[in-house]
């Protein structure tokens, strides 16, 4: 079992800046491909980046290829996604999740086993 909880969500303006972290506990965190997803009201929940168990590899959406970068620190048990040149359709509850398989990275949220409760992200035109 692993519990995962993510911060840093909030209100920003268009074309600002937010950090998400996603902080986990129980079993090893290194032994964990880690997801981030998202869900807009109304919408089905979407994938928008992984990373692999070492953080050398990753994988976007290309919705968000080249505004968001995802990383994390196995020393403290973290996923982060750091979010750039948001946008008002960037606007969900953003969720974490944690894969346990060893490949690929998925954008599947049936590959992935467990999950954080969700932070909101609001992006004002």
């Known amino acids: 079992q692993v519990q995962l909880v993510e911060s840093g969500g909030g209100l920003v303006q268009a074309g600002g800046s937010l950090g998400l972290s996603c902080a986990a506990s129980g079993r090893t965190f290194s032994s964990f491909a880690m997801g981030w997803f998202r869900q807009a009201p109304g919408k089905e929940r979407e994938f928008v980046s992984a990373i692999n168990r070492s953080g050398g590899s990753t994988y976007y959406a290309d919705s968000v290829k080249g505004r968001f970068t995802i990383s994390r620190d196995n020393a403290k048990n973290t996923v982060y996604l750091q979010m750039n040149s948001l946008k008002p359709e960037d606007t969900a509850v953003y969720y974490c999740?944690?894969?346990?398989?060893?490949?690929?990275?998925?954008?599947?949220?049936?590959?992935?086993?467990?999950w954080g409760q969700g932070t909101q992200v609001t992006v004002s035109s």
């Open positions: 999740a944690a894969d346990k398989r060893t490949y690929p990275l998925s954008r599947r949220h049936s590959d992935y086993d467990y």
